[in-house]
C-alpha cells in the first residue's frame, strides 16, 4: 500500500506530528509518499525523513496510490481536492485545525487510522463537486470546487445585482453582497454562515444562497443538481470576486458564469464507526447543554 501526505505547513502541524504518522505507518509496512512542502519543513528536525519519497503537483499521483492523507484543518483538506483531481484517490483528512467538517479525525486518532487503513476496514463517502464554466479561462485547469462557488462584490463597492437562471428560466434577481451555490458538504461552510440549510451528503442538490439581501424575503434555495445555473451581473464596480472554496479570482463585470455538477466527485475516507450524524452532534454541539 502507498499514500500521499499533504500539509499547508504553518504552526498547526509540527515535526513530532509527521513522526508519529510516518512510524505508524512503516509498523503496518505502508509507504509513505510527502509533498516537498512537509519534506521541506520538517527535514532539519527529522533527518531519517530525507530517503522518504517525495510528490510535488497532481502529475505525481497516479493509480499506483491508495489514499492521500491530508494534515490539517477543512482548508487544507479543500486544498487535496486540485491535487487528486479525477484519479480517484480517496483522502482522509486528519484534523489539527478548529473545526474540522471534513477533517473529522483527531490527531489522537492516527493509530486508529492507519490501522484502518492497513486493513482496509474503512468506508469512502462519494461527494459532489461543482464546476464552473466562464466565458473567459478561470481557475485554470481546476474550474471545480468541493465546497462552494461564491460570487462576491469587491471590498466597500456597492451591493451588486446577479440575475440568476435556472435551466435557462430567470430563477430570481438578488441584490445582495454576493451569492453562493453550495454542494451538500459545503452546507455546513460559508452558506450555513449566511442562513442557508445543512443537507445530507448524498442529497443530490445545491444550495443558492444570498449573501445579505438587500430583500428581506429572499432565503436560501434547494434546487436539484442536475440543473445548469446562470448568472448575469450588473453593479457600479468594473468587477467583482469569483471564488471556488479558497481560491479567488477578480473578473470583469461582463463576463459570462454558470455552474453545473461536475463529471466525477471526490472520495473522503472515513472510519467504519463515524457517520454523517455524528459528526453533525459533534461539531455543533447538538444534543448538549452547555448550562450544565
Known amino acids: ?34 509533498h516537498e512542502s512537509i519534506h521541506r519543513q520538517v527535514s532539519e528536525y527529522l533527518p531519517d525523513i530525507a530517503c522518504e519519497a517525495v510528490f510535488r503537483d497532481s502529475r505525481d499521483l497516479d493509480e499506483s496510490f491508495d489514499c492521500l492523507v491530508s494534515l490539517g484543518g477543512d482548508g487544507t483538506l479543500l486544498d487535496t481536492v486540485t491535487l487528486v483531481r479525477d484519479r480517484e484517490i480517496p483522502v482522509l483528512g486528519i484534523n ?23 486493513e482496509r476496514s474503512f468506508m469512502i463517502d462519494r461527494r459532489t463537486l461543482i464546476h464552473l464554466d466562464a466565458s473567459i479561462p478561470l481557475f485554470g485547469d481546476a474550474p471545480y470546487a468541493l465546497n462552494e462557488f461564491a460570487i462576491h462584490k469587491r471590498d466597500v463597492s456597492p451591493m451588486i445585482r446577479i440575475q440568476t437562471y435556472l435551466n435557462g428560466e430567470i430563477l430570481n434577481n438578488y441584490w445582495a453582497d454576493g451569492l453562493i451555490v453550495s454542494t451538500p458538504t459545503g452546507s455546513t461552510g460559508y452558506s450555513l454562515s449566511c442562513n442557508g440549510p445543512i443537507l445530507f451528503p448524498d442529497s443530490a442538490s445545491f444550495v443558492i444562497t444570498p449573501v ?18 446562470s448568472f448575469e451581473l450588473e453593479g457600479r464596480a468594473d468587477s467583482f470576486i469569483c471564488t471556488l472554496d479558497a481560491r479567488k479570482e477578480l473578473v470583469p463585470r461582463q463576463v459570462q458564469l454558470a455552474v453545473r455538477r461536475e463529471a466525477f466527485t471526490l472520495g473522503l475516507l472515513r472510519l467504519n464507526e463515524r457517520n454523517f450524524l455524528q459528526t453533525l452532534r459533534e461539531k455543533l454541539a447538538w444534543g448538549f447543554d452547555t448550562r450544565n
Open 96 to 118: 489539527y485545525g478548529r473545526l474540522g467538517f471534513l477533517a473529522s479525525l483527531g490527531k489522537d486518532n492516527i493509530q486508529a487510522a492507519v490501522a484502518a487503513l492497513a
Open 1 to 34: 500500500m502507498k499514500v500521499a501526505i499533504y500539509t499547508r505547513g504553518g504552526e498547526s502541524v509540527q515535526p513530532e506530528d509527521v513522526a508519529v504518522l510516518l512510524s505508524e505507518l512503516r509498523a503496518h509496512r505502508i509507504a509513505p509518499v510527502l
Open 212 to 229: 445579505a439581501p438587500h430583500n428581506l424575503n429572499v432565503r436560501p434555495i434547494v434546487v436539484p443538481d442536475d440543473s445548469i445555473i
